[in-house]
């Protein structure tokens, strides 16, 4: 029998079988329904409580206070326009607040947020250093989160929280005048990344960018083996905020002669600098691949006025993420390409190809995230994984409020989706709980060797 005749005959008994049963009134229930039924709340009420159960793994998060510069490698840029949901007028921080620091009010008037910085100074005091964002996870039932921040915390406990490090700033070694001109949001970035590729050099103890490109090449690497060293567990690209995600195919020598003609002074134009970008991207990435060092990459609206959607569309990035030479590097899609999570979602197909739903759990409201679970839940499950995106807010709103809301909802919407999951008839409940698990949890943690759990 040749394969395809196998495969045929395999086909005509898969059919055969599903007729009889749907013949038979026992598996009449088999077949999916497109309503849930008047069982769906129960059915959320029974999952929520086992799920909230669930020690959470946070593949996405910036913990640290208000005042600390580390606790991203770039900043909000003044007046961006933030959507309803993530303004710090939400009353749902409220929420979080009083869920959190026993907050007693509803609102943050100034006098009512004195309470709240005087609380949170308080329990700094009596949990010195690392024990106070610690007791916040277990309060949030959250077993370890990703800290993608510039630089560790001394106040950060290793042990619960694990450094994503930013890669970014190889890509900007030249004069920057142009692109910080760009437009104001820009005129905040580069600078800040220019600060981060100082920090990188200053770690390497290389008071000078190299006179060779071979020898920034290998500048890269030892910081990417450092950095691993030092905790790193994955390197992220925010490149969405400060140029088009469309990444060329240029050779190492257009890349060198490019670095070789700007490294101590011109402006490279625009064409220039993109090549010698494009290939910075791409060695990074297969360094990635080389020393387990999963690439996480902003895939979604950004903030700021002038983030470009259209050139950061996530789909941008298919070609790279299909491109066997990097099968063995692990992409994480950060934000899961919100709000393109559609298209995003078949992007994991392939096998080293994940999403992460932070963020979608805070642009929306649970109701809509719901949906956007329960699509990619009903379509690659295990390719999946939890985040927060929690950030501090401003002195008053820390990432502690932010850690809150994201969790809950995440939880709320994961409870949410999986119960009509199986009010419809698309799965059963051990399997929502799987699914729960390793949404939260597992298929994150498997990503990184033993280094996370
Ligand atoms: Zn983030």
Avoid at 58 to 72: L, M, R, S, T
Avoid at 231 to 243: L, N, P, S
Avoid at 348 to 377: H, I, R
Wanted: one cysteine or more; glycine letters at 4%.
């Amino acid at each position: 029998m040749t394969r395809a005749n196998s495969k045929m005959h395999a086909m005509q008994i898969r059919i055969r079988n599903l007729l009889l049963f749907a013949a038979c009134p026992v598996f009449a229930s088999a077949q999916a329904r497109p309503l849930p039924g008047p069982d769906v709340q129960q059915i959320y009420q029974r999952l929520l409580p086992q799920i909230e159960k669930i020690p959470a793994f946070d593949h996405h998060a910036h913990p640290g206070f208000a005042d600390d510069p580390d606790v991203d490698a770039m900043a909000a840029p003044p007046n961006a326009t933030e959507p309803m949901r993530t303004r710090d007028d939400n009353p749902e921080l409220a929420v979080a607040a009083h869920a959190l620091f026993g907050y007693p009010y509803s609102d943050f008037s100034p006098e009512h947020a004195k309470w709240l910085i005087q609380k949170k100074s308080e329990l700094k005091k009596q949990l010195a250093g690392p024990a106070y964002f610690d007791s916040i996870l277990d309060k949030l039932n959250i077993e370890m989160s990703v800290a993608n921040r510039a630089m560790m915390a001394d106040y950060l406990d290793p042990k619960r929280f694990a450094w994503v490090f930013f890669a970014d700033s190889f890509m900007w070694p030249f004069n920057n005048e142009r692109e910080t001109a760009r437009n104001p949001d820009e005129g905040v970035f580069i600078p800040l990344q220019e600060k981060m590729l100082r920090r990188w050099m200053q770690q390497e103890n290389v008071s000078k960018l190299p006179d060779s490109f071979d020898d920034y090449l290998k500048f890269i690497t030892q910081v990417l083996e450092d950095n691993s060293k030092r905790g790193g567990i994955a390197m992220k690209f925010e490149v969405a905020y400060f140029r088009p995600t469309t990444f060329s195919d240029p050779r190492r020598d257009q890349a060198e002669d490019i670095y070789q003609r700007y490294v101590s002074g011109g402006i490279p134009t625009e064409k220039e600098y993109r090549t010698f970008q494009d290939y910075i991207f791409r060695y990074l990435v297969t360094e990635g691949g080389r020393l387990h060092l999963p690439v996480h990459i902003h895939t979604a609206v950004g903030i700021g006025d002038y983030f470009n959607l259209s050139k950061s569309n996530i789909m941008n990035l298919e070609s790279v993420l299909r491109d066997p030479r990097y099968a063995s590097t692990t992409f994480v899609m950060i934000h899961g390409g919100y709000p393109l999570e559609r298209e995003a979602i078949w992007l994991a197909a392939m096998k080293n190809v994940y999403l992460d739903s932070s963020f979608g759990e805070l642009a929306q409201y649970p109701s809509a995230f719901k949906d956007t679970l329960k699509m990619w839940l009903e379509t690659f499950p295990d390719k999946i994984t939890f985040g927060t995106d929690c950030f501090p807010y401003n002195e008053v709103l820390g990432s502690e409020e932010s850690y809150w809301l994201g969790v809950q909802s995440s939880r709320e919407a994961l409870a949410a989706a999986l119960a009509e999951m199986i009010s419809e008839g698309e799965i059963t409940e051990p399997r929502a709980l799987e699914m729960a698990h390793a949404y939260l949890h597992d298929t994150a943690v498997k990503l990184y060797a033993g280094r996370v759990h």
